[in-house]
């Protein structure tokens, strides 16, 4: 088993973080060495870049700066974390990737996709699987707003924000079949969690 890329994606609030866990255990299991690591974040120099772009009543950018800073973050994370762990065949599990570059700050802006996906082809990575845990906005942005955190996050902008970004994130996932699964995160916690470990285990074979 070589190493391996798999990232999650989603609107806020979708149950991301419990699946990753989940994931993160089954791989811990099989005695499999694995990175458990998210965006924007990873590295010191990511998570600076986080504070950033997501402290309170922080929105001060372009469209275009926030998505830069987005890949700048990615950037030192791609750098240091993801291929040095792909490298060591490790499995690599990633809570956000390009993927919410495209959906969050792309369909705001065409040309903050654009530069996006200029800076993203030079990288040289893309994860082997994607995981979109696609879920009721309504229910998913209820649990969001519930948690207590002091970033000023995306789901500040509303129900019709959230209803946006899951058609966005629907039509990539279609663009894009062969690398990104959706999954029903309307189902149980344990019917999600299978539905991902056996995509993982056809790839892996
Ligand atoms: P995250 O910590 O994953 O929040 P959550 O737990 O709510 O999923 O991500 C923080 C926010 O950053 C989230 O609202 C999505 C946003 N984001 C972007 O806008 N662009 C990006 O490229 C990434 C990685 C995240």
């Known amino acids: 088993m070589k190493g391996i890329f798999i990232s999650f994606e989603g609107i806020d609030g979708c149950g991301k973080s419990t699946q990753i866990n989940l994931l993160a255990k089954y791989f811990a299991k099989q005695k499999k060495s694995f990175v458990k690591t998210e965006e924007p974040g990873g590295t010191e120099g990511a998570n600076e870049i986080r504070k950033i772009l997501l402290r309170e009543n922080n929105f001060k950018w372009s ?118 699964k959706i999954i029903d995160g309307n189902q149980s916690l344990q019917h999600v969690a299978t539905q991902i470990m056996e995509s993982i285990e056809t790839l892996i074979k």
């Open 63 to 180: 469209v275009e700066t926030e998505a830069l800073l987005f890949m700048a973050a990615r950037n030192d994370h791609v750098e240091k974390v993801i291929k040095p762990a792909i490298e060591d065949n490790k499995v690599v599990i990633c809570d956000r990737f390009m993927d919410s570059t495209i959906v969050y700050q792309g369909m705001r802006s065409p040309q903050a996709k654009k530069l996006s996906l200029l800076l993203f082809d030079q990288m040289g990575i893309n994860p082997d699987i994607t995981f979109l845990i696609d879920m009721d906005p309504e229910i998913a942005l209820d649990r969001a707003l519930n948690r207590e955190t002091d970033e000023d996050r995306f789901e500040n902008y509303g129900i019709k924000f959230q209803r946006q970004l899951r058609k966005n994130f629907l039509d990539i996932a279609k663009k894009h079949s062969e690398r990104i």
